[in-house]
């Protein structure tokens, strides 16, 4: 029997389905039977639950382990197994380094004890070490290998509930599918992911984990390729799925696009604030517009629009917001503007499709190829990044042809400005965004003709509002 020490336990379990800790609970059990009998007394407990030591995340109790190792608190360690400690041979060395020198013995549970002082029980403790680290890449492996023939074969592969389907990730749940249809709608007609999650959040929705929305959440789950009834792998569709679709694919295609584009921004700050800030244009630089207000001492100026120079263009937002709402309603209000929501008639999806699909079965096949030795590294790369080009301008075409939801109950109703009133502004935003080109020019020098003292000074030829 071993000298009387001070042991530190140590725990660890990579995945705790139940949350109850369940796991490594029993295995501190086990740890403090083979202490008493060893004689040993207990001076700590640190656990790591629901962690994996093969990802190499950060493991708080080990970290503490070794840090009550090198202060002299501890000089002992218990532990159910030895794959409890290490899953990486990089660990074991630190942990040999630690314990070496300070003639740390290691007692488990399972494999008995590993003697760190000798070199035959180094070399036993690594052994260890190799074995546990291909466990588990076999492990990982055979899960990916089960994955990927699971998504080929259209099946759920397993996890958290995805939202608008039942537990069996399969059957729609027709609730929780209205929603996502709703707010795919909202995306298309041109509103910003915050303004969606507040409706949702004020609705009472809630996510499949039953927590309030956040734009990040809701933006993950509108461009899930299973909302069209399509199979992913690692990023990449590989198929048709045996679940319901939600979504039709061009909708699901149009989505992804909006909330793909680089140009999109869905935070809430000054810049959008403003109906034009970042979608009109100076008309000598061709930078996007933004939205400042100064201070001098203790007068606030009002809102101006000017590029980033803050040189060639500086105009009033208030009353350049007005003038462009009046020429986009002027615009809505005439009687041809019902033909805006006629879908483009050159636009062939069946075609776009069955483009996509051969790239997509280009992309596997360069796969093949790389494995096989016929392409190398850079071949694959450059290949890759010119298919993934032409998959984007094809996302792109499909996405324009649903865009026409923008104008969706705005140039079809009685009164468009009425409409207008109540629409919030990342709608008003998308409608000018289709409609026309804003380009605010460089000041005249003097006063427009006409103009009177006393009355608000603009003139709107300094503002040019092309159609698209």
């Not at 488990?108 to 036993?124: E, N, Q």
């Not at 699909?357 to 290949?383: K, N």
Request: hydrophobic residues 40%.
């Amino acid at each position: 029997m071993e000298a009387s020490r001070r042991a530190a336990v140590y725990v660890r379990i990579s995945r705790d389905k139940e949350g109850a800790g369940l796991g490594v609970e029993r295995q501190e059990a086990d740890c403090r039977a083979l202490a008493e009998q060893l004689g040993w007394t207990i001076v700590a407990v640190h656990t790591d639950n629901d962690l994996s030591a093969y990802s190499g995340k950060p493991r708080p109790g080990y970290a503490a382990l070794l840090a009550d190792l090198r202060a002299g608190t501890a000089d002992a360690v218990v532990v159910w197994h030895t794959d409890r400690l290490h899953r990486r041979p990089v660990e074991l060395e630190d942990y040999i380094a630690v314990c070496e020198p300070r003639g740390v013995p290691t007692q488990t549970v399972k494999a008995g004890p590993i003697d760190l002082a000798t070199p035959a029980g180094r070399m036993v403790a690594r052994q260890l070490g190799a074995v546990g680290r291909y466990e588990v890449e076999h492990m990982v492996e055979r899960q990916q290998r089960a994955r990927l023939q699971a998504a080929t074969a259209g099946k759920w592969g397993g996890g958290r509930r995805p939202y608008g389907y039942g537990p069996d990730g399969v059957t729609v749940d027709q609730a929780e599918a209205d929603t996502l249809r709703w707010a795919a709608a909202q995306v298309l007609a041109g509103r910003a992911l915050n303004a969606i999650t507040a409706d949702l959040n004020r609705q009472g929705s809630r996510t499949s984990t039953g927590r309030g929305w956040r734009s990040t959440e809701l933006r993950r789950v509108l461009v899930r390729p299973r909302n069209a009834a399509l199979a992913q792998h690692r990023g990449q569709v590989v198929g048709p799925a045996a679940w319901p679709a939600i979504l039709a694919e061009d909708t699901w295609r149009g989505v992804v696009a909006v909330l793909s584009d680089p140009g999109r921004r869905t935070n809430t700050s000054v810049a959008r604030r403003w109906l034009l800030s970042g979608l009109a244009v100076c008309g000598v630089c061709g930078d996007p517009v933004r939205s400042f207000s100064a201070s001098a001492r203790r007068r606030n100026t009002n809102p101006v629009y000017t590029c980033r120079t803050g040189k060639h263009v500086v105009r009033a937002a208030a009353a350049v917001d007005a003038f462009v709402t009046q020429v986009i309603l002027e615009r809505l209000r005439r009687p041809d503007a019902r033909e805006l929501l006629t879908p483009d008639p050159t636009a062939d999806t069946a075609a776009l499709h069955l483009q996509d699909a051969a790239l997509a079965e280009r992309l596997v096949e360069l796969g093949r190829l790389y494995g096989d030795g016929v392409i190398d590294a850079p071949q694959l790369q450059a290949a890759t990044a010119a298919i993934r080009s032409q998959r984007e301008r094809i996302t792109a075409q499909l996405a324009a042809t649903s865009r026409g939801s923008v104008l969706a109950g705005v140039v079809d109703a009685p009164d468009p400005a009425a409409v207008w009133a109540g629409l919030d502004l990342s709608r008003r935003r998308a409608i000018i965004d289709t409609l026309a080109v804003v380009t605010i020019l460089p000041a005249r020098r003097g006063r427009r003709p006409g103009w009177q003292a006393g009355e608000s000074y603009f003139d709107p030829r300094t503002v040019a509002v092309t159609p698209k």
